[in-house]
């Protein structure tokens, strides 16, 4: 079984910071793309950011030059760091991943449980 457990949400004034972390764990072979997508509330859920097996590194225009995604492939972790949040980041942060559990298997599309971000004076 695999697993992906995310730490980090909470509650920031306008202008602060947050780091969001996920952890990969279980029968893991590797690893493609792991990232953060939101959904607030009466919203579809969207991609924030992504970080692909191949270094590459996609953000939602709302977020660029503000978040920051890094990963470690040696920890299965991956990392978002957002700054100068606004109101309008308040959501619901998810973690994903695409995992190969065993050699020759077809990946798994795994999500975490989610951690509650709000963005408030």
């Known amino acids: 079984q695999v697993q992906l457990v995310e730490s980090g949400g909470g509650l920031v004034q306008p202008g602060g910071s947050l780091r969001l972390s996920c952890a990969a764990s279980?029968?893991?072979?590797?690893?493609?793309?792991m990232g953060w997508y939101r959904q607030a509330p009466g919203k579809q859920r969207e991609l924030v950011a992504l970080?692909?097996?191949?270094?590459?590194?996609i953000y939602a225009d709302s977020v660029k030059g503000r978040f920051t995604i890094s990963r470690d492939n040696a920890k299965n972790t991956v990392d978002l760091r957002m700054d100068s949040l606004n109101p309008a980041d308040t959501a619901v942060y998810y973690c994903n991943a695409k995992i190969i559990p065993s050699r020759f298997a077809y990946h798994l599309d795994v999500w975490g449980q989610g951690t509650q971000v709000t963005v408030s004076s």
């Open positions: 279980g029968s893991i072979f590797s690893i493609y793309d």
């Open positions: 970080s692909t097996s191949g270094d590459t590194t």
